[in-house]
């Protein structure tokens, strides 16, 4: 249909103009810029020479226009042609004849698109300013036209209709400046006044509130994750009894301290002021420095005392506040079976530890004592010694049944041993010293280094020679000490001479 109806129009004009006046156009046109326009026609101009500056001013063509202007756009009170895709002006525009027919759009931001509302009928296919494009959205913006790059600046700049679309941005109003906003996004190119482009703001009214912030205890989300007061709240417990400890199983979480409680856990005992953590332990029966153990540290060491003498075993100990029936407060009694044994009882001698000090008859006036192992009184050199208070009346315990003896011999036993030997003896035997001594003393029983024979003379003949009457001695030699033999006992007669008698005997020595 829009093809029909214009090829009608075009050819009508034509053959117009083929019978029309002599200045080239139809009857009632006039020639401009080499286009014939309707006398009286209303039509927009723009005349770059200065003629009209108002791109927008509306004049009635007639005889006398300039034709030097840059173009006539076609007037808005036009024909429908095509579903109003095209406006047809009163002022049919015909091109000269043998001109061709072209139909220009003014492109005055030269972005390569024209106005559809500024075209121009031209008799060639091309002039300056003008494009065969009419599809520009706005001709006063380069940057605007179709498939031009959208951008947040008030236009549209790809020619769809829309302006900014896809490129906006989202603010959010930001009450309390702290760059974190909230409430409905306001779509915008720049931020609005009071706005940022950052959500999440918990608490618009509080501008240390909002995402990342510092939590404080303060009531508050500080860091608007949903939690007022995470992580920084204070632990306390609840305090019956006012002694600034409380319960470790009963607990508040806040900021400041509330009423009835304490800032400090451990109390084993809310219902006791002296009762806590760093009370004293006293012995009472109760846990009083709440270290889970009743009277610890405090309790009492009690002694067994058998023999009541106030004085208790050190063995037998009992641990209590007060002492138990059959204890004492004391220990170190060393026999709980005598009263007259204990630490404060006096030493006497009678081979007793009576004072419990661990020596028996200490203190006391003592002497020396020494031991005479074979009970002969004499002592040998170096003898075992004890010192007492008494004579002890128990043998020494270097020899089995001795004896002690106040004071040194003052010769020295040669053999401790034997009770038959010893300084000064007398008597004479024929065995030798038991237990054996060495040669030349082994029947040393005086002590005098060596061995005395009890018959030491021998006897001549038979008594012939004998000169005292008496005279007695050996038939023979001498007899050594242990062995026996003839010995000859002599008698002198006045007148008969000398007479004998023997007997058989055994030397003796000491």
Not at 104 to 125: H, I, N, Q, W
Not at 332 to 349: F, I, L, Q
Not at 477 to 505: E, H, I, K, M, W
Request: proline fraction near 5%.
């Amino acid at each position: 249909m829009k093809i029909s109806i214009w090829f009608l129009v075009v050819s009508f004009l034509v053959l117009v103009n083929g019978c029309g006046s002599s200045n080239g156009c139809p009857n009632g046109y006039e020639p401009v810029m080499g286009m014939c326009v309707e006398v009286g026609a209303r039509a927009d101009a723009w005349r770059p020479d200065g003629a009209s500056s108002d791109p927008d001013a509306s004049m009635a063509v007639d005889a006398g226009i300039d034709d030097g202007g840059s173009f006539v756009s076609i007037d808005d009170a036009g024909v429908l042609v095509d579903d109003a895709a095209m406006v047809m002006p009163d002022a049919f525009v015909v091109p000269d004849a043998g001109c061709p027919f072209a139909l220009l759009y003014a492109d005055a931001d030269g972005d390569g698109f024209g106005d559809v509302t500024r075209p121009l009928g031209e008799c060639a296919s091309s002039r300056a300013g003008f494009v065969t494009d009419a599809t520009d959205c706005s001709d006063t913006c380069a940057s605007c036209h179709p498939g031009g790059s959208e951008s947040c600046n008030g236009a549209d700049d790809d020619c769809d209709g829309t302006i900014d679309d896809g490129v906006m941005l989202s603010f959010y109003l930001d009450a309390d400046g702290d760059g974190f906003g909230t409430g409905t996004a306001v779509s915008a190119c720049a931020a609005p006044s009071g706005h940022t482009a950052t959500a999440g703001d918990c608490n618009d009214a509080c501008a240390s509130c909002r995402p990342g912030g510092i939590e404080t205890c303060n009531t508050l989300d500080d860091d608007c994750d949903g939690t007022v007061d995470d992580g920084v709240t204070t632990t306390f417990y609840v305090d019956g009894d006012g002694d600034t400890y409380g319960r470790s199983d009963m607990t508040a979480q806040a900021c400041t301290q509330p009423a009835g409680h304490a800032s400090r856990p451990g109390d084993c005992d809310d219902t006791s002021a002296t009762s806590n953590p760093s009370a004293p332990e006293s012995c009472d029966g109760r846990d009083n420095d709440c270290d889970a153990s009743i009277d610890d540290g405090v309790l009492i060491t009690f002694y067994r005392d058998g023999d009541n003498d106030t004085y208790g075993r050190s063995d037998m100990t009992l641990q209590a506040c007060t002492p138990p029936s059959g204890y004492v407060g004391v220990g170190g009694d060393c026999n709980d079976a005598s009263m007259s044994v204990r630490p404060s009882a006096p030493e006497t001698c009678n081979d007793v530890d009576d004072d419990c000090d661990g020596v028996v008859d200490d203190g006391l006036t003592t002497a020396t004592y020494y031991a005479d192992c074979d009970r002969d009184g004499f002592t040998r050199s170096g003898a075992t010694t004890t010192v007492s208070c008494r004579a002890p009346t128990t043998a020494p315990s270097v020899c089995s049944g001795g004896q002690w003896l106040s004071a040194p011999s003052a010769v020295a036993d040669c053999v401790d041993e034997n009770a038959s030997v010893f300084p000064g003896q007398t008597a004479f035997f024929t065995s030798v010293i038991v237990p054996t001594q060495p040669a030349g003393r082994e029947y040393d029983y005086d002590c005098s280094g060596g061995a005395t024979q009890q018959y030491p003379r021998s006897a001549t003949g038979s008594c012939g020679s004998c000169d005292i009457d008496g005279a007695t001695g050996w038939s023979g030699t001498v007899r050594a000490c242990g062995s026996g033999g003839t010995y000859l006992s002599c008698t002198l007669r006045p007148g008969f001479g000398c007479s004998s008698s023997s007997t058989t005997r055994i030397q003796a020595c000491r």
